[in-house]
């Protein structure tokens, strides 16, 4: 007799704790990055349990690794739902992991009670997603959205290793899992991951409601004067690009978060050549990461970076340029899958609030392609790609209960 579905929250947790355990460091964290022997184990216990549960294990050519449960029309394209397993060098035990973990557990409980879905469901642990070992990032789900891959053939890690042959490897390491092809159409897509900053935490809400995916673009300022001796170089002969980099960074900082929430400036690198303690710079540079849901407004948050560096340049007798380094656009999520997991959470009692992801998820790129929607969990003290980050148990469980009812709503829909 088919019951209602259920998580287990004992054997998530337990889950949780096995995963962590590959890969672990000695401050409690995880070093699993992408196509190591850590990676390679974590794909495998993921692969040996669907297996051992009657599922099909699938991978593809960039080694995203799929796990189906059939639905009672094989014909429909799949409810996936996911995230990855790799990490950070020095990262936490739920980023990432977590979702993939409480998308496989869904599975499990649907499994479990015998409940038939009209479509198929598939979880899926994305490759790559951190990008810590092999630029860039999200390299599993934008390979699996149609990204041209070919320039990635000669990638080399920060650790020296070749991505074409670590990949290799990883694909030959689980010849349980067939190959198929990379990309194929989805029903919706639906993606479990802790918040990675404090809200959540702070107003007591156990689930995030996502909307969007922030839009990500980089800079390259560059600002150049005039070299020259610190000590015999008066404020009037002085064409000093450091007194202007720091005026620029002053002005938009003060101008471009304070009044717009939803605004992110940050200067994350700066250097002065020729770098000299009793030298006036020739040269300063500095990165600024510019983030916003809403594509025109980042257009002018970043022509405002081009007036203000200019204009503080010039009053240093100094030139600017600024160089796009990076863009990744954002991307709104589907309002009826938002509906699905607002309704799913009410359905729960679980209070919730909607939010825009600051950071880039593989959920931005299948967005692109299928109705997609995230659900957010809180984290201590919003710690992330740090090995202190932490979830609590009933916050994992109220997560993984959620994104069930909302997997099941998906996949039979009325």
Same mark, same amino acid.
């Given at each position: 007799m088919?019951?209602v579905?259920e998580?287990?929250?004992?054997?998530?947790?337990?889950r949780?704790?096995a995963?962590?355990?590959?890969?672990a460091?000695?401050a409690?964290?995880?070093?699993?990055?992408a196509?190591?022997?850590?990676?390679?184990?974590? /794909?495998?216990?993921?692969a040996?349990?669907?297996?051992e549960?009657?599922?099909?294990?699938f991978?593809?050519?960039?080694a995203n690794?799929?796990?189906r !449960?059939?639905? /009672?029309?094989?014909a429909?394209p799949?409810?996936?739902?996911?995230?990855h397993?790799?990490s950070?060098p020095?990262?936490?035990?739920?980023?990432?992991?977590?979702g993939?973990l409480?998308?496989?557990e869904?599975?499990e409980?649907?499994?479990?009670?015998?409940?038939?879905?009209?479509m198929?469901?598939?979880v899926?642990a994305?490759?790559?997603?951190?990008?810590?070992?092999?630029?860039?990032?999200?390299m599993?789900s934008?390979a699996?959205?149609g990204?041209?891959?070919?320039?990635?053939?000669s990638i080399?890690?920060?650790d020296?290793? $070749?991505?074409? @042959?670590?990949l290799?490897?990883?694909i030959?390491?689980l010849?349980?899992a067939?190959?198929?092809p990379?990309?194929m159409?989805?029903?919706?897509y639906?993606e479990?991951?802790?918040?990675?900053?404090?809200?959540l935490?702070?107003e007591?809400?156990?689930?995030?409601v996502?909307?969007a995916?922030?839009?990500t /673009?980089?800079?390259?300022v560059?600002?150049?004067?005039a070299?020259?001796?610190?000590g015999?170089?008066?404020?009037?002969?002085?064409?000093?690009p450091?007194?202007?980099?720091?005026a620029?960074?002053?002005r938009l900082?003060t @101008?471009?978060?304070p009044?717009?929430?939803?605004a992110?400036?940050?200067?994350?690198?700066? $250097?002065?050549?020729?770098?000299?303690i009793?030298?006036i710079?020739?040269?300063v @540079?500095?990165?600024?990461d510019l !983030?916003?849901?809403r594509?025109? !407004?980042?257009?002018a948050?970043?022509a405002?970076?081009?007036?203000?560096?200019?204009?503080e340049a010039?009053?240093?007798?100094? $030139?600017?340029?600024?160089? !796009?380094?990076?863009?990744?656009?954002?991307?709104?999520?589907?309002p009826?899958m938002i509906?699905i997991?607002?309704?799913?959470?009410?359905?729960?009692q679980?209070?919730?609030?909607?939010?825009?992801?600051?950071?880039?998820?593989?959920?931005?790129?299948?967005? /692109?392609?299928?109705p997609?929607a995230?659900?957010?969990?809180?984290?201590?003290?919003?710690?992330?790609?740090?090995e202190?980050e932490y979830?609590?148990?009933e916050h994992?469980?109220?997560?993984?209960?959620v994104?069930?009812r909302?997997?099941?709503a998906?996949?039979s829909?009325r």
């Amino acid at each position: 007799m088919t019951r209602v579905p259920e998580i287990n929250g004992e054997r998530l947790l337990g889950r949780l704790d096995a995963f962590a355990r590959i890969g672990a460091t000695a401050a409690g964290g995880v070093n699993r990055q992408a196509f190591s022997v850590e990676d390679r184990g974590a /794909r495998r216990l993921l692969a040996e349990l669907a297996l051992e549960r009657g599922f099909t294990v699938f991978q593809d050519g960039i080694a995203n690794l799929f796990v189906r !449960r059939e639905g /009672r029309d094989a014909a429909l394209p799949p409810l996936m739902i996911g995230s990855h397993l790799d990490s950070q060098p020095t990262g936490g035990r739920f980023d990432g992991a977590l979702g993939t973990l409480c998308a496989f557990e869904a599975l499990e409980a649907l499994e479990d009670a015998q409940a038939a879905t009209r479509m198929p469901v598939e979880v899926v642990a994305w490759a790559n997603e951190e990008g810590s070992r092999f630029a860039p990032g999200v390299m599993g789900s934008m390979a699996f959205t149609g990204a041209d891959v070919t320039a990635w053939a000669s990638i080399v890690g920060a650790d020296g290793a $070749s991505l074409a @042959t670590e990949l290799e490897a990883t694909i030959a390491a689980l010849p349980e899992a067939s190959l198929r092809p990379t990309g194929m159409p989805l029903s919706a897509y639906i993606e479990l991951h802790i918040e990675q900053g404090p809200a959540l935490e702070k107003e007591l809400t156990p689930i995030g409601v996502v909307t969007a995916v922030q839009g990500t /673009r980089w800079l390259e300022v560059s600002i150049t004067g005039a070299a020259g001796h610190a000590g015999t170089t008066g404020l009037a002969y002085r064409r000093d690009p450091m007194v202007a980099a720091v005026a620029a960074m002053h002005r938009l900082q003060t @101008t471009i978060m304070p009044p717009d929430t939803s605004a992110r400036l940050t200067v994350g690198r700066i $250097s002065a050549q020729p770098g000299s303690i009793n030298a006036i710079p020739q040269s300063v @540079t500095f990165t600024v990461d510019l !983030r916003h849901p809403r594509p025109e !407004r980042l257009d002018a948050i970043e022509a405002e970076v081009h007036r203000v560096c200019a204009a503080e340049a010039e009053v240093q007798h100094c $030139s600017a340029t600024i160089r !796009r380094s990076f863009d990744m656009p954002g991307a709104a999520f589907s309002p009826d899958m938002i509906k699905i997991v607002e309704e799913a959470a009410n359905s729960l009692q679980l209070p919730h609030k909607q939010m825009i992801s600051g950071a880039f998820h593989d959920a931005l790129f299948i967005a /692109r392609v299928a109705p997609a929607a995230m659900i957010f969990v809180p984290c201590r003290d919003g710690l992330s790609h740090n090995e202190a980050e932490y979830v609590e148990p009933e916050h994992t469980i109220a997560g993984a209960r959620v994104l069930l009812r909302a997997s099941i709503a998906a996949a039979s829909p009325r």
